[in-house]
């Protein structure tokens, strides 16, 4: 099982931006996959997640309305898409797939500055 992410950066407060997370080495469309957050000195939160064929969407109170998460099953791909962004979404996020055991990328750093 391999997940890797991209698309983070720095934003300014209200900006937008989309991860993306490639995954292989699995049945992709076969498994529910989740977006955790990371902050400094912080525990890792959930933020989203999306079952198999995308049916099914759950998010934390704290991003609820402002974030969405999807999937290309053909791409193998999970998506977040984060509008107005605030500081406090300021974290590592985190691509996750529970396949006999959990399964992590490497994150990527999204900072919401001005």
Avoid at 5 to 21: I, M
Avoid at 26 to 35: A, G, I, L
Avoid at 78 to 103: G, I, P
Wanted: a positive charge.
């Amino acid at each position: 099982v391999h997940l890797v992410e991209s698309g983070g950066g720095l934003v300014q407060p209200g900006g937008s931006l989309r991860l993306s997370c490639a995954a292989s080495g699995f049945t992709f469309s076969s498994y529910t996959m989740r977006w955790y957050r990371q902050a400094a000195g912080k525990e890792r939160e959930l933020v989203a997640r999306i079952t198999g064929g995308g049916g099914s969407t759950d998010y934390a109170d704290s991003v609820k309305g402002r974030f969405t998460i999807s999937r290309d099953n053909a791409k193998n791909t999970v998506y977040l898409q984060m509008n107005s962004l605030k500081r406090e979404d300021t974290a590592v996020y985190l691509c996750n797939v529970f396949h006999w055991r959990d399964y992590w990328g490497q994150g990527t750093q999204v900072t919401v500055s001005s």
